[in-house]
């Protein structure tokens, strides 16, 4: 029977986003069909969406439940943004920035002397 095996991350793996409404009838159909999957606990919850790790060799049983059962499902390719990623890219706009400013600083005390 498969349950939320971590295992899934280190092995060729996609990620798919289901909205909370179908999560129940999505893992019990994962577990009814021993397709192993991946919760990420750590996620921060935009929207009512939670993201799976799902083995790429299931990914065709999968595309079947989905439809099977209409669930709400989008992949990584749809752009969902993870807050944890944006305040990364946040970090390093910030960094660019103080960097530049710095440096025209620099130059402008040499220019004028």
Do not use: C
């Amino acid at each position: 029977m498969a349950t939320d095996t971590f295992e899934i991350k280190h092995q060729r793996h996609f990620r798919l986003w289901i909205e909370l409404k179908d999560k129940i009838v999505f893992e019990s159909e994962l577990i009814k069909n021993d397709i192993p999957f991946h919760i990420d606990e750590n996620q921060s919850t935009i929207g009512s969406s939670i993201r799976y790790f799902l083995p790429d060799e299931h990914s065709s049983s999968i595309d079947s439940i989905i439809k099977q059962y209409g669930i709400a499902a989008s992949t990584d390719t749809i752009k969902i943004y993870d807050v944890d990623d944006e305040k990364k890219i946040q970090r390093m706009y910030w960094a660019v920035a103080i960097a530049v400013a710095v440096l025209s600083l620099v130059i402008i005390i040499f220019v004028s002397l």
